[in-house]
């Protein structure tokens, strides 16, 4: 069998020759004997084009990391896992490592990496590659190399990065047919660290897609794409690409990065503690910034805890915590007459969730004692909190006396959601505020890491005030929208409870600038976690 290798120079208009050899000259590269293969440099103008016209038509075998992925350095992504797997102590033991991983390279520095983020880690909780990495790889996705992969009609991935870490984005958001890389052995439950051999029996196009490719093997085009500084998988290549082409990284470093628009799918859900892409020098920013950093947490908890409200945010911004208020003025049209044909009763602010602190700073924000009532919270978060704390039992009737009559008290704030979000989205609320008053204000509230999140879904959730604490500049901003009129209410305008809850939501995603979607509590666990998002199962 023999193949052409080509050199690709521009992924999202045209694929042109790097440098033209001379007539007689070739590129070799030493295959097994069973598969010893000739390249040589031919020129080829527009593969782009070729591929928009044949797309059904084009089977695509390309390396991940080469193709797509704008950084040579695959550090960031093993960090990620590091820090998630066992925190702070394994992450520190990647990062003084990776000097020596570096001066070792290859496989070598590549499976030292996959031993450090990887040993004793269990199985069942390796849920990296659907939950925390996905978002990372968007980031790094370059747009020109993305365009020539998605025009594609069957794709196969190829990486050398282990199986759990790529597969779920590869398919999930680059719909790939197959993906090939290596596996990590398993003991006991447990990963010891170590990757499996990759297996090159099968890898055949045919066996790997099925008949398709048989039925229609006279009009079937098979191409891969590689990068020049990895390592090629030489039988796979060998066996079923007739055309492959190469990308340099001088190449890849003008690519552009994908925007959010163009993403295959929306962002919507991501876990992991950090806020950043954890580089070498990123990283070592954060273990310079950890011991001022605790020093900082325990001044910012101690303030929030034991000083008023007005003494405490101009604290708190010192100390690089800026907290933003606005109100909007009270409309001249709101009727104080039908307000006073109801016995007088706290009000209801009904916020968007961001992290567990919200009810916090809504309190901070209308400088007011307010009740907070919450889905789920640590029984250690509830003993430390600042404000009177009251867990629903998702039981809607028990739920409801419950609410009704802390309302008859005094003020309350919710959380309709019943989960926190990340992104620019909001998750639908659950309708059952709407029935208990018709003194509702909505509240908008958005927060900005620099560091970390303050949140998560398979972490420890009593560590998610201080992970938002520890970061340098954390950003709240609090925004108290105009009370629903009388007419857009349940008791007095005849509306449903569930319109009711839109208009809320559609009111706070306007204010926010943030997309409203019909996705459930129970839907993010069960990406993020596997689970339904209850106490005992979300380690809170």
């Given amino acids: 069998m023999s193949a052409k290798l080509f050199s690709l120079e521009s992924l999202s208009s045209s694929f042109k020759v790097l440098s033209k050899p001379k007539s007689t000259s070739s590129l070799q590269y030493k295959f097994p004997k069973a598969h010893a293969t000739h390249f040589k ?10 591929v928009g016209e044949v797309m059904s038509n084009t089977i695509l075998f390309f390396q991940f990391e080469g193709t797509l992925l704008k950084s040579s350095s695959l550090f960031p992504y093993f960090m990620l896992v590091a820090f998630e797997a066992s925190g702070f102590l394994r992450a520190l033991t990647l990062f003084l490592l990776y000097p020596f991983v570096c001066m070792v390279g290859g496989k070598l520095g590549l499976n030292i990496m996959v031993f450090i ?11 990296i590659g659907n939950s925390v990495l996905p978002k990372s790889f968007l980031e790094d996705v370059g747009s020109e190399g993305f365009d020539v992969v998605m025009k594609c009609g069957k794709k196969v991935a190829v990486s050398d990065l282990p199986k759990v870490m790529v597969e779920g984005f590869l398919k999930d958001y680059i719909g790939v047919d197959a993906v090939v890389a290596r596996e990590l052995k398993v003991a ?3 990963c010891i660290g170590l990757m499996e051999e990759m297996n090159t ?10 008949d398709e490719k048989q039925s229609n093997s006279q009009t079937t085009q098979t191409i891969g794409i590689f990068c020049h500084n990895k390592f090629i998988h030489q039988q796979l290549l060998s066996q079923n690409c007739k055309d492959v082409f190469l990308v340099s990284e001088a190449e890849k470093r003008n690519w552009k990065s994908l925007p959010r628009e163009k993403y295959p799918k929306p962002l919507i859900f991501h876990d992991g503690r950090l806020a950043f892409r954890p580089t070498p020098m990123a990283t070592l920013a954060m273990f310079t910034w950890l011991p001022l950093g605790f020093c900082i947490y325990f001044i910012r908890f101690i303030v929030g805890m034991f000083l008023p409200h007005c003494i405490c945010l101009p604290i708190l911004a010192f100390t690089g915590a800026i907290t933003t208020v606005s109100k909007q003025p009270r409309s001249s049209n709101t009727s104080a007459n039908v307000e006073d044909q109801v016995k007088p009763r706290g009000r209801l602010y009904v916020c968007n969730h961001r992290t567990l602190l919200d009810p916090l700073y809504v ?3 209308t400088d007011k004692s307010l009740t907070a009532v919450t889905y789920s919270m640590s029984k250690i978060n509830e003993i430390i909190a600042p404000m009177k704390t ?3 039992t998702r039981d809607r009737e028990k739920d409801r006396n419950q609410m009704d009559k802390l309302l008859s008290k005094g003020d309350l704030v919710v959380c309709p959601e019943g989960t926190t979000c990340r992104e620019p989205y909001l998750l639908r609320f659950s309708p059952l505020f709407a029935e208990l008053t018709d003194d509702i204000i909505p509240v908008a509230v958005d927060v900005q890491a620099d560091m970390f999140y303050g949140s998560t879904a398979s972490g420890f959730k009593f560590l ?3 992970f938002h604490l520890l970061n340098p500049n954390p950003v709240y901003t609090v925004r108290i929208l105009e009370k629903l009129q009388a007419s857009d209410t349940c008791m007095f305008g005849g509306k449903s409870r569930f319109e009711v809850a839109n208009l809320v939501q559609n009111e706070i995603g306007k204010a926010l600038g943030f997309k409203c979607t019909s996705l459930t509590r129970k839907d993010k666990y069960m990406i993020l976690a596997g689970n339904d998002g209850s106490m005992k199962e979300s380690r809170c």
């Fill in 41 to 50: 440099f031919q020129k080829y103008n527009s593969l782009a084009y070729q």
């Fill in 464 to 466: 998610d005030p201080i």
């Fill in 201 to 210: 029996k099968g890898l055949e196009s045919n066996q790997i897609l099925g």
């Fill in 188 to 190: 006991g439950g447990y």
């Fill in 390 to 392: 009251i867990k629903l």
């Fill in 363 to 365: 309190q901070a924000a």
């Fill in 117 to 127: 983020c990887f040993f004793g880690v269990r199985k069942d909780k390796m849920r």
